[in-house]
């Protein structure tokens, strides 16, 4: 049987430093392109703001120091529930096609 090295790979607290790729990972997806000049993905503005609110939980993939993917999620306390906004993995060729395997 053929052995895949397959890369490590840390899921940390987003930065603001990372909202940049976080938001070209984000408008790889087809369904955050509308059609229209603004796609439907958070600003950069509002990608910061949720990570330093409470109630966010904003988490990056990193491999090889690279952001790979990234997933935001807000905590609603007075319902006791929590919502996952999106997820998504780069569409990059730097990143093995089975890196969804590992995270």
Known sequence: M?????????????????TDSVRKIGLQAKEFDVGTETPSLY???????????KNCICLVVKVKGLI???????????AR??????????????FPHKLASIV
């Open 81 to 94: 529930d929590t919502y996952i906004h999106t997820t998504r993995l780069s569409q990059n060729t730097k």
């Open 43 to 53: 600003s950069r503005m509002a990608l910061t703001r949720m990570t330093k609110d």
């Open 2 to 18: 053929k052995k895949i090295k397959t890369p490590s790979a840390a899921i940390i607290s987003m930065k603001d430093e990372d």
């Open 68 to 78: 790979a993917g990234f997933i935001l999620t807000s905590i609603l306390p007075a």
